[in-house]
């Protein structure tokens, strides 16, 4: 069910969140964000803001149920392979990769452990929120695993000896010395990007959103 208005899905709350509702009204885009609310009108552009969990993001725009969305590069990636093994629509379009949201995703083992290269992991059990993009990973340098899927504490799974080693999201690295691991591989590097889902857009929003870009574009660079 599309409207007149464009629909952009952001992150409601966490890593994401604060910095996409700042772009946005850098951009001229005003919202009040208050309660609750899972939708948010803009007050002066033809523009509904969906907020929701960054999870749902990808598939929002894969479905074509939003028009835009912003979301990480490692959980947009995920979502894709996940959905092209299970043959769900998988496409989007990039306009454009934001400068937030910057992380790696990286293959973590205990710090005591010497490591030589991928084929240190083959035949361990590995524990991650992304085991789709940890596979196609390994699987081109020829090396097996067994996934251990978890959705948090991820980075406590080897000390409770559910696994060898984790694959997980790392900015400082705190967290890994916080629990006797070390990052032993980067796997992907990851920002926050501006998606766009496929097929046609009427002359107003293909307009509206040449012009969000143009400011977008205008607001990186004034803090460059
Ligand atoms: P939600 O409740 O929306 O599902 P979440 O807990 O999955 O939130 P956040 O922790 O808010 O997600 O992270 C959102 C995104 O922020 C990550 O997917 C990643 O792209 C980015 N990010 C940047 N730095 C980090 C970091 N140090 N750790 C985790 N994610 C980071
Ligand atoms: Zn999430």
Redesign the pocket.
């Known amino acids: 069910m599309q409207t007149d208005r464009l629909r952009i899905a952001i992150?409601?709350?966490?890593?994401?969140?604060k910095e996409c509702q700042e772009l946005l009204k850098r951009c001229g885009v005003k919202i009040s964000f208050s309660g609750e609310r899972l939708v948010v009108h803009a007050e002066n552009m033809p523009i509904d803001l969906l907020l929701?969990?960054?999870?749902d993001i990808p598939g929002l725009i894969m479905d074509g149920v939003v028009d835009l969305g912003v979301i990480?590069?490692?959980?947009l990636e995920e979502v894709r392979l996940e959905r092209i093994a299970l043959n769900e629509p998988s496409e989007y379009t990039q306009l454009r990769r934001l400068d937030f949201?910057?992380?790696r995703l990286s293959v973590a083992i205990d710090k005591d452990q010497t490591y030589n290269g991928p084929e240190d992991l083959n035949g361990k059990r590995i524990a991650t929120s992304y085991p789709n993009i940890l596979k196609d990973y390994l699987d081109k340098k020829g090396v097996s695993f067994s996934p251990c899927m978890l959705n948090g504490s991820v980075e406590v799974a080897p000390r409770a000896g559910l696994a060898d080693a984790i694959c997980d999201?790392?900015?400082?690295g705190a967290t890994l010395e916080a629990n006797g691991l070390k990052e032993a591989e980067v796997i992907f590097r990851?920002k926050?990007v501006l998606i766009q889902r496929k097929g046609e857009f009427d002359a107003e929003k293909t307009e509206l959103i040449e012009r969000l870009l143009t400011r977008i574009q205008g607001v990186i660079q004034a803090k460059e």
Do not use: F, I, P, Y
């Open positions: 992150q409601k709350k966490g890593r994401l969140a929701v969990r960054d999870d990480g590069e490692n959980e949201g910057g992380c999201l790392v900015s400082t990851s926050a």
